[in-house]
C-alpha cells in the first residue's frame, strides 16, 4: 500500500472523499480536431483518430494534465487516469493496440505527476491516483450477433490478458485500480483476475475499487443484474470500494446506490452523470442542480466517495465537495453471515 493510500484510508473515517470529474467531457470542450490527436508522431497513421482521448497522453499530455489540476484545484481528493480505453482490445479500434501499454503508461505517469504536485502544496490534503480501467467495446456475455446467441467477439482469456497488459503498465505509478462503468460483470471478473495475476507477478498489491453502471431505468447492468445482484458476483475481490457511475443522474441513481449502501461492507463510491442526456447528447444538469440531489445522499449517508460522470466539471465537484465538507461518512453496515448467491437478482439462504 502506498503512503497517499494509507492517508486515504484514515480520511475516509473521516469525511466523504472527493473524485474527480468526467475527463471526456472536458477535453471536448477544448473542441480539438484529428490534427490534435495526431499530433506530429502520428500523423500519417493510416486510421482516423479523432476521438481517441486517451491517445492525447501522448500527443497533448499538457490538455491531460490542465485536466487534472482543473479537478485537483477544487478539492478532489482522487484523480482517474485517462486510460478508460487503453486497453489492447479497445485500442484495436484504432489499429493501435500494440500502443495500448504505452498509452495506459503514460496516463499514468501524467496523472501522478500532477497528484503529486497537489500533495506537495496541501500535505493535509494528499492526493491519490486511481488506474481508470474501462468496460472494454467487446461484451462477454451478450452475443453481438442476433441470429447467433452463442457467438462471443473475445474470450475470457483475451479480455483478461488484454487488462493485464493495462494494469502492469500502470500498477507501480497508481494508488489503487478503479474497475469502472461495468456493464457485463463476466467482463468484470476479467479484469479481476488480471488484476491478481499482476499482483503475483510484481509482488505487491493496490486496492481495488469496483464501480458498476445501471444503463437505464430498468435498474439492472446492461447482463441483466440489479446493484445488489451484481455486489454479490464480485464480493469475492474483497473490493474496497463499491459503487455505480454513468448511465443516470444522482436522481434516478439514487435507489440504487442506497440498496447498495445496505447490501455491501465495503465503502460506497459513486460517480453520476450530471442528468440524463439531451436530444443532443448533452448533460443539462448546472452544479447546484447536481450538488442539490447529492445533498440528499450525503444527508442519508449513503457513500463514502463522491465524484462525477459524464457532464460533471470541476465547478460540479466544486459544489458537491462544498456540501460534502458538512456531511459525515457512512459507516459500513454489519452484514449477517448466510449464503447469498447472485444470479440476475439476489437470493439470501437464511440460516
Known amino acids: 500500500m502506498t503512503k497517499v493510500w494509507t492517508q486515504i484510508e484514515t480520511a475516509i473515517g473521516e469525511r466523504i472523499i472527493m473524485l474527480d470529474g468526467a475527463m471526456g467531457t472536458m477535453l471536448q470542450q477544448l473542441s480539438l480536431g484529428e ?69 495506459a503508461r503514460t496516463s499514468a505517469q501524467i496523472a501522478r505527476d500532477c497528484a503529486d504536485e497537489w500533495s506537495a502544496k496541501t500535505p493535509e490534503k494528499p492526493r491519490a491516483v486511481l488506474a481508470s480501467i474501462g468496460p472494454m467495446n467487446k461484451t462477454l456475455s451478450i452475443s453481438p450477433k442476433v441470429e447467433d446467441p452463442g457467438f462471443r467477439d473475445v474470450s475470457f482469456d483475451d479480455v483478461r490478458q488484454s487488462y493485464e497488459g493495462q494494469i502492469h503498465a500502470m500498477i507501480d505509478l497508481v494508488d489503487a485500480l478503479l474497475i469502472e462503468t461495468v456493464f457485463d460483470t463476466l467482463n468484470c471478473k476479467a479484469a479481476i483476475m488480471a488484476a ?23 435498474g439492472r447492468t446492461l447482463s441483466g443484474q440489479t446493484a445488489e445482484a451484481f455486489w454479490l458476483s464480485i464480493a469475492h475481490a474483497r473490493p474496497f470500494a463499491v459503487g455505480l457511475n454513468c448511465a443516470l443522474g444522482a436522481e434516478e441513481m439514487r435507489p440504487h446506490i442506497a440498496a447498495l449502501s445496505k447490501a455491501a461492507p465495503a465503502h460506497i463510491i459513486a460517480f453520476p452523470n450530471a442528468g440524463l442526456p439531451n436530444a443532443f447528447g448533452e448533460y443539462d444538469e448546472t452544479p447546484a442542480d447536481m450538488s442539490g440531489h447529492l445533498s440528499d445522499w450525503i444527508d442519508n449517508r449513503f457513500v463514502n466517495i463522491l465524484g462525477g460522470c459524464c457532464g460533471s466539471t470541476p465547478a460540479h465537484i466544486k459544489a458537491i465537495a462544498a456540501y460534502a465538507q458538512k456531511g459525515t461518512p457512512r459507516a459500513l453496515p454489519e452484514i449477517k453471515p448466510t449464503l447469498r448467491l447472485a444470479g440476475l437478482e439476489p437470493f439470501d439462504i437464511a440460516v
Open 196 to 218: 491478481r495475476n499482476v499482483f503475483q507477478e510484481v509482488g505487491y498489491e493496490r486496492p481495488i475499487l469496483i464501480s458498476g453502471t445501471i444503463t437505464d431505468r430498468s
Open 35 to 103: 490534427a490534435d490527436f495526431r499530433g506530429a508522431r502520428f500523423v500519417d497513421w493510416p486510421s482516423p483518430l479523432k476521438g481517441n482521448n486517451d491517445l492525447l497522453c501522448l500527443t497533448k499530455p499538457e490538455a491531460v494534465a490542465a485536466v487534472h489540476n482543473g479537478f485537483l484545484e477544487v478539492g478532489a481528493d482522487l484523480i482517474e487516469t485517462n486510460s478508460f480505453n487503453a486497453t489492447s482490445i479497445s485500442q484495436a479500434d484504432y489499429d493501435m493496440q500494440d500502443l495500448a501499454p504505452e498509452i
